[in-house]
């Protein structure tokens, strides 16, 4: 949420992607520590690498030290996402960026790099002017998912689905016959077979339908009234957020879970 809210009103993003932790070197006392054995001998690293522990805070706590104060890019590991309200505004900004790097000595991979466009791909979302929502190959991905055969399959769709779960209204309601399958379940790879009703297979197809319609999530904006409603069945809770723009119901997230054996039994009024 906090992220989306710097989106409200951005006409113009950029996504840009480093030569990432190599660029870090490593203490020189620290070396030895990532030492490497192989039939020609001890190797060692002398810059960041992948595989170690503490690799991915430090380099992340390294990049908010370079681009703190720039209240314009949001930094994820080795992407950085900058938007602007227009053209102009856009190339101050860049420039402002490329001197915050170049006075640290970082290097982009111009190959991964995207400037100054009004849509964006960015952490397995589209965002827009007007909002985020799926992407549309993720989307054909699960609308493509043969019925699974086993309990295991079953977990992996509901994985890729719920990855957008707050794009999805009464999502607990929509899976909770999918999701009965999985009591006892021994994880991704689990085989035992299914025993597919009339009824499971329609919520099967319902819940690839629902991704399909995914609402248009509005960026929220800071001076909007918020609207929240609730509403719990025997089976699960669910809520809908909203921002009023002109008298516009926009929606900002959508939230829903099954009760527990014990919340069952609570009154409608006094379910979590």
């Not at 991704?211 to 248009?216: F, K």
Request: glycine content about 6%.
């Amino acid at each position: 949420m906090t992220l989306l809210m710097h989106y409200m009103g951005r006409g113009y993003f950029q996504n840009r992607h480093f030569k990432a932790f190599h660029q870090i070197p490593i203490a020189e006392c620290d070396i030895p520590k990532t030492a490497v054995t192989t039939p020609w001998g001890l190797y060692e690293y002398t810059h960041l690498c992948f595989g170690l522990v503490n690799t991915p805070q430090t380099f992340t706590r390294f990049m908010h030290e370079v681009l703190r104060g720039l209240p314009f890019c949001f930094v994820y590991l080795d992407d950085i996402l900058c938007y602007s309200e227009n053209a102009e505004e856009h190339r101050s900004h860049l420039r402002t960026i490329f001197q915050r790097l170049s006075s640290y000595g970082l290097k982009l991979n111009i190959s991964k790099c995207v400037f100054g466009v009004t849509e964006l791909i960015f952490l397995g979302h589209l965002i827009t002017p007007d909002g985020i929502k799926p992407l549309p190959d993720k989307v054909q991905a699960v609308l493509d998912y043969k019925q699974p055969e086993t309990v295991g399959s079953l977990r992996k769709f509901l994985g890729l689905l719920n990855f957008y779960r707050r794009f999805l209204p009464k999502a607990a309601e929509q899976q909770y016959l999918l999701s009965e399958f999985l009591k006892g379940s021994k994880g991704k790879k689990d085989s035992k077979p299914l025993n597919w009703s009339s009824e499971v297979i329609t919520a099967f197809q319902r819940c690839k339908q629902a991704l399909a319609n995914a609402a248009l999530l509005a960026h929220p904006s800071p001076s909007a009234p918020l609207a929240l409603h609730v509403d719990a069945s025997d089976y699960d809770i669910g809520g809908a957020l909203h921002q009023v723009v002109d008298s516009d119901l926009q929606p900002l997230a959508f939230f829903s879970r099954k009760l527990t054996s014990s919340e069952k039994s609570y009154s409608a009024y006094t379910r979590p």
